[in-house]
């Protein structure tokens, strides 16, 4: 699998362009859009003292541990559906390999992380370590590296290269934004994405988008079909990806929390934020939207975005934090005994 930025907390990027014209699969930069996901009491901010970023001691209670867990299991109807529907295609796998492999985009952005951000181990950032090994290990997955890096902008986003270990970036402004288990939530989401494969179904999607436009007629509205219905997907896979976070978090309040902050929140005012306030904004802006005119105007404020709009988010994750579905993946679950030292 070549070079693929799989997700961003920046959930309201919208398309720069056609995705005719660019096929790096790097899904954007910081003034662009980044498709497929990255997102977010323990309530204490962190601090910044003496120019270095001081991560609090993380502790939980011991949290449930899904050992058998599949991506299936948590992900959202309509990801679901699409996934479904591109690994009906024949051929389509084995082209979207063959066309992406050698790229040297994947180099030059595997150099520029490791060369501008500072890696998280067991001995650098050890809290931030734990946290990505708990994460993993409630998912069920093989933690990836983790990266740290300087920059204003609260956001986080993973890397998927071929024959290395995917890696995941956070920018520090998101460190000093979040608690602690707000910011294992957001590992937790970028972890949704790896275990979910979005970044090869989402390449392969966008292979299929621009073929269309080479055929003769029909092609250029065939395309711009496909082009809605991916940005639907994206959205889905957003969706997913919450639900991700909420099964490591276990609080829904801590998911709603994150994109409650990454909206309107900055360390100063933390803790005048309202997790239900923003619940009830989310109901708000449904019944504004229920109307004719409501309706349309939606669709047209999120048809080309590529994250949902966060109270929509914040909504979704609380109505699935009471389904069934969540439940029984609850009952499902074992209890964590310790977290493995890597």
């Known amino acids: 699998m070549a070079s693929l930025l799989l997700s961003s907390l920046c959930f309201t990027s919208q398309k720069p362009c056609s995705f005719t014209s660019s096929l790096r699969f790097s899904f954007g930069a910081p003034t662009g859009s980044r498709f497929a996901a990255p997102i977010r009491i323990g309530f204490r901010p962190v601090k910044k003292r003496n120019g270095r970023i001081r991560v609090s001691v993380y502790s939980r209670a011991s949290p449930l541990v899904f050992r058998d867990l599949d991506a299936d299991d948590f992900r959202h109807p309509l990801d679901k559906q699409n996934t479904l529907i591109l690994k009906a295609v024949p051929g389509l796998n084995e082209l979207g390999r063959a066309f992406l492999a050698g790229s040297v985009t994947e180099q030059i952005m595997l150099l520029e992380n490791i060369g501008t951000s ?9 809290e931030l370590h734990k946290m990505m090994i708990e994460a993993a290990g409630i998912l069920n997955i093989e933690p990836p590296d983790l990266y740290v890096r300087q920059s204003p902008v609260p956001n986080a986003y993973t890397l998927a290269i071929s024959g290395k270990k995917p890696f995941v970036v956070i920018h520090t402004s998101l460190v000093e934004l979040l608690t602690r288990n707000e910011l294992q939530a957001v590992l937790a989401h970028e972890l949704g994405h790896l275990k979910c494969d979005h970044g090869v179904w989402l390449t392969f999607a966008n292979l299929l988008t621009v073929g269309a436009y080479t055929i003769p007629g029909l092609g250029g509205f065939i395309a711009q079909t496909l082009e809605e219905q991916l ?35 900055c360390p100063s005012m933390a803790d005048q934020l309202s997790v239900d306030a923003f619940l009830e904004q989310a109901r708000s802006y449904d019944k504004a939207s229920s109307s004719p005119i409501g309706y349309y105007i939606r669709n047209a404020q999120t048809r080309q975005l590529s994250h949902p709009l966060p109270v929509l988010r914040a909504r979704e994750i609380d109505e699935w934090s009471r389904s069934t579905d969540y439940r029984s993946l609850l009952k499902r679950a074992t209890q964590m005994r310790v977290v493995e030292n890597v």
């Open 118 to 126: 500072v890696l998280v181990s067991k001995d650098q950032l050890p």
């Open 231 to 265: 940005f639907r997907w994206l959205r889905a896979a957003e969706l997913t990806c919450d639900r991700a976070a909420l099964l490591v978090a276990q609080d829904p309040k801590v998911v709603i929390s994150v994109l409650m902050k990454l909206a309107g929140g």
